[in-house]
């Protein structure tokens, strides 16, 4: 019987774990676990439900420890927790959507200017980015604002999915490509950068040693959990592309294919194509693209855009309005027959900030509304879209590169609407799917490490021959 691999892909919105195992030279999958989670606000600070997501993750390993041999981790950026001189969590992580963020993102440039952060690391400048979450300490601590003493108490940063490995093994590591999303990483030479660093007097020693996707970790017979200790078993903790941008990408053509561009659709939208060394221009600095390090080295350059974060907030607002659950199908139907032809920018400031009325803020943004509410979801499909094609011209004229296709994976691709939509608004060829695209990556880097691919071509071969896709071509 084909031994099981364990993938945990964390959402800003939802939790999954997923097994997976290669049987007979096909690639199987059976999802085992999906739990909602949100932001709750805890001493002033919008954080993470830490202690029920560890809770959930030990409950599933436990359900099926009988039957993996291998655990791996990935999640959205930035994020991070703290740990202390004796190792333990000095706090719930805080969320990447928490307002004091902004305060970071002004204290930063009492020292440096935005262009040369930039330019220190390669990262699109966003107040959200984990420097300038680190910063909100710092500036704590410079100014006596910090009672509880946190700044002076840290001994690691460890990033969500360096915390939870952390946990499950009592192993500290920083995998690469979590950790370069953080604006601290000097993407070209894969060293946190001095210029960042020194800037802001930061010890390099707060930081875990780089670890990279298929290394193992540790194993969960080293838990710090006692629960997993007693299972007595020693099921390998490995590490994935651990930002699940990148585990996702690794399943697209644009890894192979420099002319396909690719689109990770889901709460936040990360849209551009892949390049042989991270692109830090002034023109990348000027239309605010990033560079990220992807599975294997490779480097990601695109944009951050908000993605359908916007519909889904709307979609809870309208719920609770009308007092009744809507159905996407019910959208769909509406969103096809409907005449509104306007958009917005996705990318306004107001659709960042931690609560939001989605239909005041694109009346106000449009200077105008529609009667019918589900009107304001054919606005946000149309917004995303127009934001795809702009972003692909800005990433086209800086790489000098045509795409002629984009590969779509994530959320996004349930709905058949927005893909074709996308395909006309872009005039490129859309190729959508494998949905769980993020898991796959994650479960590929852990099949790479047992060994039981021979190499990365033959895992995407046969990771690729078993998923499904479907094909969107332009409409007039």
Not at 104 to 122: N, V
Not at 181 to 188: E, G, V, Y
Not at 438 to 448: C, I, P, S, V
């Amino acid at each position: 019987m084909a031994q099981y691999s364990l993938a945990f892909d964390f959402g800003a919105t939802s939790i999954r774990a997923i097994l997976g195992a290669v049987e007979d030279g096909r690639f199987t999958t059976k999802e085992v676990m999906r739990m909602s989670h949100q932001r709750v606000m805890e001493d002033g600070r919008s954080r993470w439900e830490w202690d029920k997501i560890v809770n959930k993750v030990v409950e599933t390993i436990n359900a099926h420890a009988h039957e993996i041999s291998s655990i791996a981790v990935n999640t959205w950026g930035v994020d991070f927790g703290l740990t202390g001189k004796d190792g333990s969590l000095l706090a719930n992580p805080v969320s990447y959507r928490d307002a004091r963020h902004n305060e970071g993102y002004d204290f930063a440039q009492q020292s440096m200017s935005l262009k040369d952060i930039f330019m220190a690391t390669g990262n699109q400048i966003m107040s959200i980015n984990s420097l300038f979450q680190l910063l909100v300490l710092k500036k704590d601590a410079d100014e006596g604002k910090d009672a509880a003493g946190t700044w002076q108490k840290i001994d690691k940063l460890l990033f969500l999915p360096d915390l939870l490995n952390y946990m499950l093994t009592g192993e500290k590591r920083a995998e690469l490509t979590i950790a370069s999303t953080s604006q601290i990483l000097d993407l070209r030479s894969r060293n946190f950068s001095p210029a960042i660093l020194n800037a802001w007097n930061i010890d390099e020693s707060i930081f875990a040693p780089v670890i990279y996707p298929t290394e193992t970790v540790g194993s969960i017979k080293n838990s710090l959990i006692p629960e997993l200790r007693e299972l007595n078993r020693d099921i390998k903790v490995i590490a994935c592309a651990s930002h699940d941008t990148a585990s996702a990408v690794l399943l697209t053509e644009a890894y192979t294919d420099r002319n396909t561009a690719f689109l990770s659709c889901g709460t936040w939208s990360l849209i551009g194509g892949l390049t042989d060394e991270p692109v830090i221009s002034e023109a990348a600095f000027e239309r605010n693209l990033t560079n990220e390090t992807g599975f294997g080295g490779s480097n990601m350059f695109f944009k951050n855009i908000t993605g359908l974060y916007i519909l889904e907030m709307l979609k809870t607002q309208l719920e609770e309005r009308e007092n009744r659950k809507i159905p996407f199908d019910e959208i769909t139907a509406w969103v096809s027959s409907s005449k509104v032809d306007s958009w917005v920018d996705v990318d306004a400031p107001v659709f960042a900030q931690n609560e939001f009325d989605v239909i005041e803020a694109i009346n106000s943004l449009l200077g105008s509304g529609f009667e019918h509410p589900f009107d304001y979801f054919r606005v946000i499909y149309l917004s995303l879209a127009h934001k795809y094609h702009s972003t692909l011209q800005d990433i086209e004229s800086i790489m000098g590169r045509k795409f002629t296709r984009l590969h779509m994976i994530g959320g996004g691709t349930q709905s058949s609407f927005l893909c074709q939509l996308v395909a006309t608004v872009t005039g490129l060829e859309v190729v959508a799917g494998p949905m769980e695209a993020t898991a796959y990556g994650n479960l590929l880097a852990q099949k790479l490490g047992l060994g039981e691919f021979k190499d990365l071509e033959e895992g995407r071969r046969v990771i690729l021959e078993s998923s499904e896709f479907k094909i969107y071509h332009p409409q007039a």
